[in-house]
């Protein structure tokens, strides 16, 4: 099958959105990116440089950060942060049309994880969009569901280096196949990402959300890489505890998880001494994405009578130290 896609944009060039636009050109396609500052004078005028297991590539993009100048797009991922997400979309308007279908790659509880179910639109997740704003900029139909296991480090604007292998499994909210699901997958296998489309694309979220909750938050409190968190005598029975929580939350979901406990502990530990995002963040004062990784989580098992005092502890904190951060930094 071919994809047939021709006015695709990335949303946010940091290091996920420079790693697919990069790919993407391999191609032979000039992605169109919305982004602004020194990143965007770097695309203008050197292009992407990313450096990943295949070697080392060139892309050139067209890079802009007036969406009337990109103008309507057929295909948008988002590759931005989740508190940017709101404002984000604002700023797209412009490009999204009635046939536009948007692929937001953002970490933690999506504000769609109800939407294509049975009654599901009824329901919004208060922490994740408070004001219904973001259901209003983006009708659930256009959006297809992603789940991104890609890792990568922006070295300098634009300059980017990935060591890992890239993932991207997509799927539609309604859990049905489609021919914009198939063509969305064929187009994320050409540009050499594996890409998978699930028929339950909840199930690789709660993954990712498992990984996200039992590392992040704790990663700004601690400070500790991947490694210790999953593996330290201190630390490691404490994250085996948000990980008790946060899988019983999710079978009470009904989601089908690929791994039992100590693989997972174990997976983690060999991740290395490498810092979280959430803790680089922090650590550059930026905004934490605590809403969608964890708040949503507890608001989830709320919803089904489940408590989760480790987390929600761990989250308090996590918290606290985001606000004192932010404070010491005005």
């Known amino acids: 099958m071919k994809h047939n896609f021709t006015r695709i944009c990335i949303a946010g060039a940091g290091a996920i959105g420079c790693t697919l636009a990069a790919r993407l050109a391999t191609t032979g396609l000039i992605p169109n990116i919305l982004a602004r500052g020194d990143t965007l004078t770097a695309l203008k005028t050197q292009g992407i440089e990313l450096t ?3 070697g080392y590539h060139h892309a050139t993009v067209h890079a802009s950060d007036n969406p009337q100048q990109l103008g309507p797009q057929e295909l948008i991922f988002i590759c931005t942060k989740a508190p940017a997400l709101a404002d984000i979309l604002e700023t797209l308007q412009p ?4 046939d536009t279908i948007v692929i937001p790659l953002v970490n933690g509880v999506p504000w769609w994880y109800f939407h294509g179910l049975e009654h599901g639109d009824e329901i919004t997740l ?13 009708p659930a139909s256009q959006v297809i569901g992603a789940v991104t296991f890609m890792t990568a480090h922006t070295q300098a ?3 980017v280096q990935s060591t890992n ?13 489609s021919e914009r699901l198939l063509r969305v997958r064929q187009l994320i296998e050409d540009a050499g990402i594996e890409a998978r489309a699930s028929d339950h ?7 990712k959300i498992i990984a ?13 890489s991947l490694s210790q968190i999953y593996s330290s005598t201190q630390l490691a029975p404490l994250t085996r505890q948000i990980l008790n929580e946060t899988l019983l939350v999710a079978a009470a979901y009904s989601a089908r998880i690929p791994f039992d406990p100590p693989t997972f502990m174990q997976m983690g530990a060999e991740m290395g001494e490498f810092k979280t995002s959430m803790l680089q963040d922090y650590q550059a004062g930026r905004p934490l994405e605590l809403a969608t990784i964890g708040d949503a989580v507890v608001e989830l098992a709320q919803r089904v009578g489940l408590d989760m005092p480790i987390t929600r502890h761990t989250l308090g904190l996590a918290h606290f130290m985001d606000e004192q951060n932010r404070a010491s930094s005005m």
């Open 126 to 138: 208060t922490s994740v969009d408070p004001d219904q704003r973001i259901e209003r900029l983006l």
């Open 95 to 98: 490009m999204i049309t009635t």
């Open 201 to 207: 694309i909840r199930d690789p979220l709660w993954t």
């Open 157 to 159: 604007p634009a300059k």
């Open 212 to 224: 996200n909750l039992t590392s992040n938050p704790l990663s700004i409190i601690s400070g500790a």
């Open 165 to 177: 292998p890239h993932l991207l499994t997509v799927g539609e909210l309604n859990h049905q196949s």
């Open 52 to 54: 990943d297991l295949d």
